[in-house]
């Protein structure tokens, strides 16, 4: 027969909804900051190809 669990408390409950949300402003954080390195040119970890000068140059 089943048998309930026991309840999780608030405080446990909080804790993982406060780490899942951080976790989601840390890698928007990364990707704003990442946009803005390759809007700037200042990029040198992220190999970018911008096709639409390469498209004007031909």
Known sequence: MAVPKKRTSKAKSR?????????????????????????SGNNESFIYINETAQDNNT
């Open 15 to 39: 804790s993982r909804k406060s780490n899942w949300t951080q976790k989601a402003v840390h890698k928007s954080k990364k990707a704003i900051s990442l946009g803005k390195s390759i809007i």
